[in-house]
Protein backbone atom coordinates (compact mmCIF):
# COMPACT_ATOMS: atom_id res chain seq x y z
CA UNK A 1 0.00 0.00 0.00
CA UNK A 2 0.93 3.36 -1.37
CA UNK A 3 1.91 6.04 1.82
CA UNK A 4 0.01 9.16 -0.20
CA UNK A 5 0.61 11.04 3.90
CA UNK A 6 3.99 10.18 4.16
CA UNK A 7 5.60 12.59 7.28
CA UNK A 8 2.65 15.19 5.82
CA UNK A 9 2.48 18.53 7.67
CA UNK A 10 -1.12 17.51 9.05
CA UNK A 11 -1.97 20.99 11.24
CA UNK A 12 -2.69 23.05 8.31
CA UNK A 13 -5.50 20.90 7.11
CA UNK A 14 -6.88 18.88 9.79
CA UNK A 15 -7.85 21.10 13.28
CA UNK A 16 -5.73 18.64 15.91
CA UNK A 17 -8.49 19.04 18.97
CA UNK A 18 -5.75 17.52 21.30
CA UNK A 19 -3.82 19.62 23.46
CA UNK A 20 -0.48 19.01 23.39
CA UNK A 21 1.84 20.12 26.10
CA UNK A 22 4.31 23.06 25.07
CA UNK A 23 6.52 22.16 26.71
CA UNK A 24 7.23 18.42 26.24
CA UNK A 25 4.59 17.64 23.44
CA UNK A 26 2.59 15.21 25.57
CA UNK A 27 -1.10 14.80 24.89
CA UNK A 28 -1.36 13.42 28.52
CA UNK A 29 -3.35 16.67 29.40
CA UNK A 30 -6.00 17.43 31.48
CA UNK A 31 -8.22 20.84 31.37
CA UNK A 32 -8.31 22.32 35.06
CA UNK A 33 -11.46 24.23 34.47
CA UNK A 34 -11.30 26.27 37.68
CA UNK A 35 -13.11 28.80 36.92
CA UNK A 36 -15.68 26.97 34.56
CA UNK A 37 -16.71 25.12 38.07
CA UNK A 38 -16.72 28.18 40.52
CA UNK A 39 -18.69 29.77 37.68
CA UNK A 40 -21.38 26.97 37.31
CA UNK A 41 -21.57 26.85 41.58
CA UNK A 42 -21.97 30.72 41.56
CA UNK A 43 -24.48 30.74 38.63
CA UNK A 44 -26.37 27.69 40.71
CA UNK A 45 -26.69 29.41 43.61
CA UNK A 46 -27.50 33.39 42.34
CA UNK A 47 -30.53 31.98 39.46
CA UNK A 48 -31.63 29.78 42.62
CA UNK A 49 -31.76 32.74 44.80
CA UNK A 50 -33.20 35.16 42.19
CA UNK A 51 -35.86 31.96 41.32
CA UNK A 52 -36.79 32.27 45.28
CA UNK A 53 -37.12 36.03 44.91
CA UNK A 54 -39.56 35.64 42.00
CA UNK A 55 -41.50 32.71 43.92
CA UNK A 56 -42.08 35.19 46.86
CA UNK A 57 -43.34 37.92 44.55
CA UNK A 58 -45.75 34.61 43.58
CA UNK A 59 -46.74 33.98 47.20
CA UNK A 60 -47.50 37.95 47.45
CA UNK A 61 -49.80 37.43 44.50
CA UNK A 62 -51.76 34.02 45.86
CA UNK A 63 -51.83 36.44 49.10
CA UNK A 64 -54.56 38.39 47.18
CA UNK A 65 -56.16 34.67 46.61
CA UNK A 66 -56.34 33.39 50.19
CA UNK A 67 -54.02 31.26 52.24
CA UNK A 68 -54.17 28.37 50.40
CA UNK A 69 -53.23 30.52 47.03
CA UNK A 70 -50.59 32.14 48.79
CA UNK A 71 -48.86 28.64 50.17
CA UNK A 72 -49.70 26.81 46.52
CA UNK A 73 -48.53 29.97 45.31
CA UNK A 74 -45.16 30.10 47.19
CA UNK A 75 -44.60 26.50 47.10
CA UNK A 76 -44.75 25.82 43.58
CA UNK A 77 -43.16 28.95 43.11
CA UNK A 78 -40.11 28.34 44.67
CA UNK A 79 -39.60 24.51 43.37
CA UNK A 80 -40.35 25.69 39.45
CA UNK A 81 -38.71 29.10 39.95
CA UNK A 82 -35.61 27.42 41.92
CA UNK A 83 -34.76 24.54 39.69
CA UNK A 84 -35.44 27.05 36.08
CA UNK A 85 -33.33 29.47 37.88
CA UNK A 86 -30.64 27.21 39.01
CA UNK A 87 -30.21 25.32 35.92
CA UNK A 88 -30.09 28.64 34.11
CA UNK A 89 -27.79 29.95 36.24
CA UNK A 90 -25.72 27.42 35.85
CA UNK A 91 -25.57 27.28 32.73
CA UNK A 92 -24.77 30.68 32.76
CA UNK A 93 -22.32 30.31 35.46
CA UNK A 94 -20.21 27.60 33.81
CA UNK A 95 -20.40 29.17 30.23
CA UNK A 96 -18.95 32.56 31.83
CA UNK A 97 -16.73 30.35 33.75
CA UNK A 98 -15.12 28.45 30.97
CA UNK A 99 -14.45 31.59 28.92
CA UNK A 100 -12.85 32.73 31.58
CA UNK A 101 -10.89 29.13 31.44
CA UNK A 102 -10.05 29.28 28.07
CA UNK A 103 -9.29 32.86 27.47
CA UNK A 104 -7.51 34.37 30.52
CA UNK A 105 -6.13 30.84 32.77
CA UNK A 106 -3.78 28.53 32.13
CA UNK A 107 -6.46 25.62 31.98
CA UNK A 108 -4.39 23.08 30.57
CA UNK A 109 -2.05 20.70 32.99
CA UNK A 110 0.20 18.12 31.52
CA UNK A 111 0.53 15.24 33.37
CA UNK A 112 3.86 14.65 32.24
CA UNK A 113 6.02 17.34 33.12
CA UNK A 114 3.56 19.36 35.34
CA UNK A 115 3.48 22.43 32.78
CA UNK A 116 0.49 24.72 33.19
CA UNK A 117 -0.76 26.68 30.07
CA UNK A 118 -3.70 28.33 27.98
CA UNK A 119 -6.12 26.56 25.60
CA UNK A 120 -4.77 29.37 22.65
CA UNK A 121 -1.34 28.96 21.67
ZN1 LIG B 1 4.55 18.57 29.51
Redo the contacts with the bound molecule.
Keep these: MHDMVHEHEWSGDIVDITPR?P????TRIEPRNYAQRLGGAIGAIAGSTSGIALALTGAEIGLLAGPVGAMLGGVAGVVIEGIVGGATGCAAGSKLGAAIDKNILHNQL?R????TFSDRS
Design positions: CNCQSCDCGH
